[in-house]
């Protein structure tokens, strides 16, 4: 399947090429045709299969179709958190660069007033997170009557981070007559009851049906006693090729005592949480993304945001007793089907984690035994408990049976130019060309706003 079989208009064939992509990810090729059509989409597929640009070029594309001389909102994409708001403004930027829309991005935890007055100004696609959105619908600033399509990303982490009702709420103050596209990595009955009060004879796209991360990365698991974990975790760091890893642990606290055992053995590590400052979390970040930090530990909730490519390793310090945890864990590495490696770390007392996450991704952990901290003997659903089962201490060829899927899309570099370009002016103020930070008339250079 090529870009050009999707229907897209040129404008952004050119920008996918402007990208460097060559061909659409499986998600992408199931999803824009149908899409462009005007059809409700269930996609099921998550952070890094490409996702992203499945909906933002039929977004793109439909309100391009309805824009007139003055923006009017066409286009409402909600998601969890504010990295993600962000990476889909970005993603806005690149893909419409050819094109002569405005969008916004708006969350929470930062003023909101340069936010405010670029929704004054009027936008074609506004990409918000739950509580700011709210805030604002509330205040009459943010009006949802003109939209005509909704894109709901990353339903079930909406679930997991408590923002149901708040979901609910945006969803009612929307025209009944619109399309939808709702995203979702997993499908618990929670969000699938969800998703059928949203959509109208929705297409199902599942290119996986619970996640590429599962297929594409090598996953491992290491028995040890709880206290041996810390131990074990630099062994592991000292020993792999472990240029660029998130570590995820269940709490705050447990983060910051992970972080400190890695600084005092001379790593470079940063934690990051929900009690970080947001200047902590993007420091954090920015050196995580630059290679000038190694090691990121972070809670599950923190990690959402991460959107890193290249991450090698994600180790799982304490399993999550929710199993579609895990599977959004793993998904931070292996990104647009690019391998990787997850290793878990597990004790006694999780072992029935591990096999509620062996049920739901259909796939054995390979066990790796070889390690001075060996503890905690193998459950027995561990097909391959004895020794290093198929796998090295790398954990690379780590691959036990995994579930069917499509092919996998090629990784390319993501250009990241600024909002859409042209030089058209339209409507009350001149949309003039900033791509790649170039200036533009009395407008800043990102429309994230707050970032
Ligand atoms: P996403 O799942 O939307 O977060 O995308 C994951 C990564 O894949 C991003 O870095 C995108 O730039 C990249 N990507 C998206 N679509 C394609 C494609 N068709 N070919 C190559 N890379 C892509």
Redesign the pocket.
Known sequence: MK?NELGLMPELLRA?TD???????P??AATIPVALKGRDVIGC??????????F?LPALQRAHATSGEQASLHTLILTPTRELAA?IGE?LS?YGRHLDLWHAVIFGGVSEKPQIAELQRGVDILVATPGRLLDLMQRGIVKLGSVKLFVLDEADRMLDMGFINDVKKVTRALPAQRQTLFFSATMPDAIRQLANTLVKNAELVAVNPISSAVEVVSQSVYFAEKDQKRHLLLHLLEQQECQRVVVFTRTKHGSDRVARHLDRAGKRVAAIHGNKAQNARIRALDGFKSGDIQVLVATDIAARGI?V?DITHVINFELPNVPETYVHRIGRTG???KGGAAISLCDMEERSYLRDIERLTGKRLTVVSDHPYVGAAPPPSAGNASGSGNGNRNGHDARGPQRSGGAR???????NGGRPAGSRPRGRRPRSSWSGGGGRGGRPKSVAVSA
Request: net charge negative.
């Open positions: 870009f996918t990208a460097g992509y060559t061909e659409p990810s998600i992408q597929a998550q952070t890094g299969t490409g996702k992203t640009a499945a933002c990476q993603s690149s959107d490519d990104r647009a089907g899309p090629q990784h390319a570099p993501q250009q």
